[in-house]
């Protein structure tokens, strides 16, 4: 007599193929902070203390191609908070392809990226010259990759050791709210401080910085419930 079993839910956790890429960005992100950790602590220094310093620094290719592997490590973590949060908050997905779940996640972060960098083009070469643009651009990528060696501890901790879904959301939006003063500051700083352009600066944290952030939160919740609904 055969006797149908029971299947299995999907976890992060017990997949192979997952937890294999997982343990390989832990362990190229612990080289990478064991090998850059002066000049991390340098321009991560650079951020509170003297802006300027960003535009005196030379960035190397090497440097690019950290701040690219940590973009990607932080988008790749968001995709899994991303989708802890929808198990949590609107139940097991329709759709039978969980990397497909996720990579729709981590395409909205990609696209939000590109979005903002577009934005930022646009419209903060309008307050600056060329100078102060690049000290920009490169806090900006600066910025987002740092948000790797926040968000991957995070979703380790929540995929491997049980962290719930509400705390690993919380401690996400720390870090993005973080991300959002420290642009803030140094957006202040480089375009407003020295003119006191209160009213630019206004429009800048609006539409720069503030509605992308409500537009971001509010495509992920539409779609999770589209998944759910799928």
Sequence with gaps: MRVEGLSVPYTISTDNTLSLVLLLCSLLLIMIVMHSRNVLSLRIRSLF?????LSNYRHTK????KELFLTALSIMSLSLIGYSAELHYFGEPLATNHYLVMASYAGIFITFLLLKRLLYMLTIPIYCNIQQWRAWYHLFRFTTSLQGLWFLPIALVNVYFGLSAPTTLILAIIGITITFFVRIYN???????????????????????????????GTLTCVAQALKGA
């Design 49 to 53: 203390i003297h802006t300027t310093n």
């Design 62 to 65: 090497s440097d690019k191609r």
């Design 187 to 217: 957006a202040w700083s480089i375009f407003f401080k020295k003119k006191k352009l209160y009213v630019p600066f206004f429009l800048y944290l609006c539409t720069l910085e503030t509605v992308p952030l409500a537009l971001l939160a």
